[in-house]
């Protein structure tokens, strides 16, 4: 059974553009959650979505944001970029509404 | 949201050696996950604990949930070079469970020398 696959892996942006990060779940999983890790502030939550809604939703700016397709397929958007957004961005898959969450091997962002 | 306080920070071990470390939170959890991340790759799953006092094991790791219900363990006996990395507990965002998201300590990095 193939694992959460994110893509790109690597990602070079300038400040000021925007950024779209795409994430497929384990098949059958139907919650998909996003994570940003920094050496700075660790692992930190985005929001998490469930059949297309989202549940909930951390302490980010506007700038960034998420949806979930029907096939439980997630994306993640992030607009005008700042040199604070580099980061390793983390998607991971649940079964259900299980806590239990499984990782993919992330997106790096560099800003520049 | 919940503050978890993972401990030590880094550990700096003999391969063979067993290793402890642990995690507290501020407020009560109703679940308790391990994590290990190698460099450049996500997180992966080690042990998930669901009930008060409970001890589980994977190979050679032991998780515990505290009585407290406000921490956990996690043992690695016998250390072997593979098991360098970053450990990080967690728990749901919702302390009482479901998932809504994690909340994440900041981990210990495990560094086995020669």
Redesign the interface.
Known sequence: KAG?T?TPRYLIKTRGQQVTLSCSPISGHR?V?W?QQTPGQ????L??Y?SETQ??K?NFPGRFSGRQFSNSRSEMNVSTLELGDSALY?C?S?F???????????T?LTVV | GQQLNQSPQSMFIQEGEDVSMNCTSSSIFN?W?W?KQDP??????LI?LYKAGELTSNGRLTAQFGITRKDSFLNISASIPSDVGIY?C?G???SG???????????THLIIQP
């Not at chain 1, 259900?96 to 992330?106: D, H, P, S, T």
């Open positions: 959460v994110q919650s959650s994570y660790g692992l930190q939550f929001f998490e469930f549940r909930n951390g983390l991971a649940s259900g509404l299980g806590v239990e969450a499984f990782f993919g091997q992330g790096r | 679940t996950l994590y450049g790759e996500g997180p992966v799953l998930a990080f967690a749901p965002l919702n469970g479901g998932a809504d998201g994690l909340t994440f300590g900041k981990g």
